[in-house]
């Protein structure tokens, strides 16, 4: 059977419930404990260069066979309309396994409003500490990049969350405010609906890249 969320039918459960709308409700959460919340989320993009796996039963992982390529997954939270308004945050690292070679060029991430043409997507790269918001198709004031002094290395866990309300987009990393409500100038150019999980290799290398994801929530207004 096909598990499919959409924000119109969380959320009006959520408010016949709760009777509130007032700030971000979660309408999705998952730690990956279960095979049955491993199994919703699928492969989107990336092709025989990705796998995904059930890490010690407690999180999502995903491996990068060589590069460059990055490898999206879907989580079943899908906008019911065109411009959704999404949150997505969760905690990741590139995994120790992942060859020196390639640390450099590993990096996880988050998307939202994606399809194969269009999407917001937050990067981090663990090694260097920088971090990247980018726009599919790429727009005015995009991309933007910068380090952080928080991230953490390889094998450490980063926080990373990502919000597209309207026509603002913020983006935070382990609690520090990156970007903060910045405008984008034409939203409406940006089609996609999804939710995504990823990890990437912008190495040119025939040596694996892995990583992992716990704790994956999303929000609406």
């Known amino acids: 059977m096909r598990f499919r969320i959409t924000t119109a039918t969380v959320v009006l459960a959520l408010l016949a419930s709760a009777g509130i709308a007032t700030a971000a409700v979660v309408v999705y959460s998952t730690a990956f404990k279960s095979k049955a919340d491993f199994k919703q989320v699928r492969k989107f993009e990336g092709g025989k260069q990705c796998r995904k796996f059930w890490r010690g039963k407690k999180s999502f992982g995903i491996e990068v066979k060589k590069g460059p390529v990055q490898c999206d997954f879907r989580t079943p939270v899908t906008g019911d309309s065109k411009d959704p308004d999404h949150q997505i945050e969760g905690s990741a690292a590139v995994l120790q396994s992942t060859a020196k070679r390639v640390r450099r060029d590993a990096y996880v991430g988050v998307a939202v409003r994606a399809d194969e043409s269009s999407r917001y997507e937050l990067r981090v790269f663990p090694h260097s500490g920088e971090w990247e918001l980018r726009r599919r198709p790429s727009g005015q004031g995009f991309p933007l990049e910068g380090t952080e002094p928080s991230i953490g290395g390889i094998g450490e866990r980063n926080k990373l969350k990502l919000r597209a309300f309207g026509d603002r987009v913020t983006a935070i990393v382990n609690d ?22 990823l990890g990437g290799s912008a190495a040119r290398s025939g040596k694996e890249a892995k990583a992992y994801f716990r704790n994956v929530r999303i929000r609406v207004p």
Not at 176 to 197: K, M, S, Y
């Open 176 to 197: 520090a405010t990156v970007v903060d409500q910045v405008r984008d100038p034409r939203p409406g150019d940006l089609n996609g609906r999804r939710t995504l999980i």
